[in-house]
């Protein structure tokens, strides 16, 4: 009897949902953001997440000029679809709105070209790669196994050999991007105006100030306090309160 009432309950939450979704697309259309902005939030205190809810999030805060909010949404959207071009797009747009111009400082090191090769994919998109070199192999296995040529059995087993290697560099590659974003706890600044301390308390001295709309990379947590790394490798001590985790 349970399961029925949990089965009845998640269906109305899916159709509350959509209905909301579809009323922010509505009110989307008349360009009435304010109203659109109700619909798609309510949608997402429901816990539904899509790319293209947040997507549609993110640009009525663009164009109701709340550059925190924006930013935050279009992130979102970019986690869940992180190949789609007009999300990147659209968030350097909301990024131009933002006061601080914070440099980014290029890593280096075997590190940084790691980092580089892996993240020119997605890790999902790795293991799809890892599946095409598999059934590559396959291929090669089976022309290896019934060729009766000495010529072509030489070619399927080097080039059963090349697949091999490939299915392990691009799942290797996968599990490394995983691992690496799974890592990283960005988060925007959603106050004003945000003091970063030298110290995690409130009589600490500023080390400097940060404005909403900047994105900072979370490194630790000490009670109220978190720990954030900026891109040009600037570091300091932010209230929780003034920054919202883009991965929560």
């Not at 006061?99 to 980014?104: A, C, E, F, L, S």
């Not at 995690?200 to 720990?227: C, Q, R």
Request: proline share 2%.
């Amino acid at each position: 009897m349970k399961n029925i009432f949990y089965i009845f309950l998640l269906i109305f939450q899916i159709s509350l949902a959509q209905t909301g979704f579809d009323q922010g697309n509505k009110f989307y259309e008349k360009e009435n953001w304010i109203a659109a902005i109700s619909s798609y939030e309510s949608v997402v205190n429901s816990g539904k997440q899509s790319a293209e809810l947040y997507f549609n999030l993110g640009n009525c805060y663009y164009k109701s000029h709340k550059v925190a909010p924006a930013i935050f949404n279009f992130e979102k959207a970019l986690l869940l679809s992180p190949n789609d071009t007009e999300i990147k797009t659209n968030l350097e747009f909301a990024r131009k709105m933002a006061i601080d111009d914070i440099k980014v400082i290029p890593k280096v090191g075997f590190n940084k070209l790691l980092a580089d090769l892996t993240s020119k994919y997605y890790y999902d998109t790795w293991a799809w790669i890892a599946v095409a070199f598999a059934f590559l192999f396959l291929l090669f296995f089976v022309g290896y196994y019934f060729s009766h040529s000495t010529v072509l059995k030489r070619i399927f087993f080097f080039g059963m050999f090349l697949w091999l290697i490939g299915i392990g560099l691009s799942a290797a590659s996968g599990f490394y991007e995983k691992g690496r974003m799974d890592n990283e706890r960005p988060a925007i600044v959603f106050a004003e105006t945000a003091s970063v301390k030298s110290e995690p308390k409130s009589a600490a001295t500023d080390a400097f100030v940060l404005h909403e709309g900047t994105k900072v990379y979370i490194l630790e947590s000490i009670a109220n306090w978190k720990k954030v790394e900026l891109t040009d490798e600037t570091t300091g001590w932010i209230e929780e309160s003034t920054i919202k985790e883009i991965k929560n």
